[in-house]
């Protein structure tokens, strides 16, 4: 599922399927390198929980 924020030109992207949250960074960090997308994890900036 993606999200669109066009006032900011942020995009959100949910996938679904992950082991774990740790699981799931991994593959998306993997992601991004690869598609030359700078990308920076809220994991990375705090263990917040998810919110649903």
């Known amino acids: 599922?993606?999200?669109?924020?066009?006032?900011?030109?942020?995009?959100?992207?949910?996938?679904?399927?992950?082991?774990?949250?740790?699981?799931?960074?991994?593959?998306v960090k993997k992601l991004m390198k690869k598609s030359g997308i700078e990308y920076n994890s809220i994991l990375d900036l705090t263990e917040l929980?998810?919110?649903h």
């Open 1 to 27: 599922m993606v999200f669109l924020a066009e006032d900011t030109n942020g995009m959100v992207i949910h996938l679904n399927g992950f082991d774990d949250k740790r699981h799931a960074d991994n593959f």
């Open 49 to 51: 929980p998810t919110l």
